[in-house]
């Protein structure tokens, strides 16, 4: 941890949010995006972990969901006594239209609290249809539950999210590796987004679908930092329900040190990629989404508050399934950072280093050329010049003496097993998020 410090010392001075909001009144607010999930689909393309049977739930795939309530279950990095609420049909190939919307905070399973249920409009009215390709934002809604923002007691419990289908959705734009339990009534169960109660919601589901962000209003001042990356940082073999991904230990970190004042969530997407696919469509879909510059417009540019990005990202375009040259990933590195630098103003553009997959049980992964790839990768995000800092993952998971990911990072922590070499556990997760200064944020005290 001392090397990064050194290393990011220099790059570090001071981490200014984007100057649109300088000089704000006190007492000001704004919307700051509090939980988000990169939208991928049509449902079933993706990387879906410990996902239960979804047959009873979804008979007929490209058909969707049929007169049926979701109850989406996401944990807000930061509270406000005001949310709104992002529906996505990216992926859809008809309109999406949806009612009987409803926000409440989660009791256990599908249950709320008594009396925490609030419905939520679009434009004044409890209805929004959603064309292909699409999305759409809907009106403030009050959290009364929310009484104190800045108190802690709300730190780490889940919004319910619900939400009905009405008709037939066709194809259903999803996140696939959500490692949250949600829920969902029956096949033509009809609008039960208002009930408290658990009754009416028997499946459980391990992605999130349709909602793909929640912003809270906060103080103007509240900085955004996304993760952006591939199934390392959406956690794949971290623990079910454990919010143990290395973006979570991140965001415990910083609200330990600086409370509300900064908000973290996670846009990465398992199996994805920097430079391919080429192309990606509902109807020519890809199970590690949309390539990393093709997402960046609707999975960070257009999310509310953002101040910083930590990109990790690389390993999959020298998986069998990409085998791109080094080259091209980091002049497509070098354009996503030119982008974000030209619609933000003033964002840090923090480049992660690749975790070791050598050796690695995955079909797709674990050569010794692809290990060369990640290392020179890794010495292009060192050295570039390109990034505002680095965060070292490299050198908190390595093990000097093989090349590979430390043996006590592997075994799996999501169903157990012998792990793949590949993906880190609850304790690389935890090792990674460990490693990353804190004053590559410059928040000061």
């Given at each position: ?38 939208a991928q ?7 879906a ?23 989406m ?9 005001q949310?709104r609420?992002r ?8 309109a999406l ?6 926000v ?10 008594r ?11 409890g ?8 999305e ?29 289908v009405?008709?037939?959705?066709g194809?259903?734009?999803?996140h ?51 993760a ?13 329900n454990?919010?143990?991904r ?23 997407i ?22 990393a ?27 069998k ?30 480049g992660?280093t ?34 505002d ?43 990674m ?13």
């Amino acid at each position: 941890m001392k090397s990064l410090r050194l290393a990011v010392a220099a790059a570090v001075i001071i981490f200014m949010p984007p100057p649109a909001h300088a000089g704000t009144a006190a007492g000001a607010t704004k919307w700051v995006t509090s939980w988000a999930a990169s939208a991928q689909g049509p449902y079933p393309v993706g990387n879906a972990s410990a996902q239960p049977d979804q047959r009873f739930a979804f008979p007929v795939p490209e058909k969707g969901a049929r007169n049926q309530t979701f109850r989406m279950m996401v944990r807000p990095d930061v509270w406000g006594r005001q949310a709104r609420l992002r529906f996505s049909n990216a992926f859809g190939t008809r309109a999406l239209s949806l009612d009987g919307v409803y926000v409440g905070l989660a009791l256990g399973g599908p249950a709320l609290v008594r009396g925490s249920n609030r419905p939520v409009a679009f434009s004044g009215k409890g209805e929004i249809t959603i064309a292909p390709g699409a999305e759409a934002w809907s009106d403030p809604v009050d959290l009364a539950f929310v009484r104190d923002p800045e108190a802690s007691e709300l730190a780490g419990r889940r919004l319910a999210v619900s939400f009905h289908v009405v008709g037939e959705s066709g194809p259903m734009t999803w996140h696939a590796k959500a490692l949250t339990t949600s829920f969902l009534t029956a096949p033509d169960a009809g609008d039960r987004g208002a009930l408290e109660d658990e009754a009416a919601f028997p499946y459980a589901t391990a992605s999130w679908f349709f909602l793909d962000a929640v912003d809270m209003m906060m103080p103007a001042a509240t900085r955004l930092v996304v993760a952006f990356g591939d199934s390392i940082t959406d956690g794949t073999a971290s623990t079910m329900n454990g919010d143990d991904r290395w973006p979570d230990v991140l965001a415990r970190r910083l609200h330990r040190a600086f409370g509300n004042r900064v908000a973290v969530v996670n846009a990465g997407i398992g199996g994805n990629q920097v430079v391919g696919p080429p192309e990606y469509s509902a109807a020519k879909p890809f199970p590690g989404g949309p390539s990393a510059g093709a997402r960046l417009e609707r999975d960070v540019l257009s999310l509310s508050g953002v101040a910083a990005v930590i990109w990790l990202e690389g390993i999959n375009d020298f998986s069998k399934n990409g085998n791109a040259a080094v080259d091209t990933v980091a002049a497509r590195m070098r354009d996503v950072a030119a982008r974000l630098r030209t619609r933000i103003p003033g964002v840090r553009v923090i480049g992660a280093t690749l975790t070791s997959a050598l050796n690695a049980t995955n079909a797709a992964h674990g050569s010794k050329e692809q290990d060369e790839k990640r290392r020179a990768l890794n010495a292009f995000i060192k050295s570039s010049g390109v990034f505002d800092a680095v965060a070292d993952f490299d050198a908190a998971t390595l093990d000097p003496s093989t090349g590979e990911m430390k043996p006590e990072f592997i075994p799996e922590s999501t169903t157990g097993g012998r792990g793949d070499k590949l993906h880190p556990n609850r304790a690389g997760y935890l090792a990674m998020g460990e490693a990353i200064d804190l004053g590559v944020f410059g928040m000061g005290q």
